[in-house]
Every structure is written in structure tokens, then in C-alpha cells.
Nanobody, 126 residues
Framework: QVYLVESGGGLVQAGGSLRLSCTTSGRSLSRYHMAWFRQAPGKEREFVASSNWIGSNVYSTNYAESVKGRFAISRNRDENMLFLERSRLKTEDTALYFC????????????????WGQGTQVTVSS
């Protein structure tokens, strides 16, 4: 079992930046395939970004079209953490953001996820 804990959510003005973090205790995330999803009120959970483990210390990243060029997913292996750097935030980025992990390569669908965090709320004001 992998227990994921997100942090870093909050209220931010449109155009601003915010970094989300995800970590777990007792298990290394380095060989898991990881991703961020988000869910806005009244909408389905959607893919944001993924970091798939290729081998050694190499990861491939993928982004939803709506966040390309504004969001960046990264890892800190030493601190066992996953990050989502978000800039030029828009009001439509308001959502509950979830950290996700899987033993197999992650695409963009929620059905591929093995483990979920509890989510961290991000609200972008105009």
C-alpha cells in the first residue's frame, strides 16, 4: 500500500504561481509512475501531468493540453517527493488536485491509477 499526501494548495490570484507537493512515508516513489489529476466542482476528475519511470534516474513527462507551458511536473528522489509547479494560473485551474501513483505506466485515465492521495484544494481568484 502506498499512502500519498499532497500539500501546497491554497488561494492564489489569477496570473500567480503555486507549487504542489506530494510525498509518502516508508516507501520510495522513485520507481513508481506518478501523476497529478484534478477535479473541479461538478466535473469529472481529469489528467493534468504525469512522470513515468523509464529506468535508472530517467522519467518521461506528459501534460494535458490545457496546462502545457504553464505547469511542470518534477521529482526529488532524495526527499521522496513529487512536485507540480504551476504558473500563469487561471480561474479555470481551480480544482481539488490529486497525487496519483501506479506500478504500471500511467496514461491519462483515472482507471490506470493504483493509489490516490486525499487531494489539496487550489482556488484561483480573478
Amino acid at each position: 500500500q502506498v499512502y500519498l499526501v499532497e500539500s501546497g494548495g491554497g488561494l492564489v490570484q489569477a496570473g500567480g504561481s503555486l507549487r504542489l507537493s506530494c510525498t509518502t512515508s516508508g516507501r520510495s516513489l522513485s520507481r513508481y509512475h506518478m501523476a497529478w489529476f484534478r477535479q473541479a466542482p461538478g466535473k469529472e476528475r481529469e489528467f493534468v501531468a504525469s512522470s513515468n519511470w523509464i529506468g535508472s534516474n530517467v522519467y518521461s513527462t506528459n501534460y494535458a493540453e490545457s496546462v502545457k507551458g504553464r505547469f511542470a511536473i518534477s521529482r526529488n528522489r532524495d526527499e521522496n517527493m513529487l512536485f507540480l509547479e504551476r504558473s500563469r494560473l487561471k480561474t479555470e485551474d481551480t480544482a481539488l488536485y490529486f497525487c496519483a501513483a501506479a506500478s504500471s505506466r500511467l496514461g491519462e485515465t483515472t482507471s490506470e491509477v493504483d493509489y490516490w492521495g486525499q487531494g489539496t484544494q487550489v482556488t484561483v481568484s480573478s
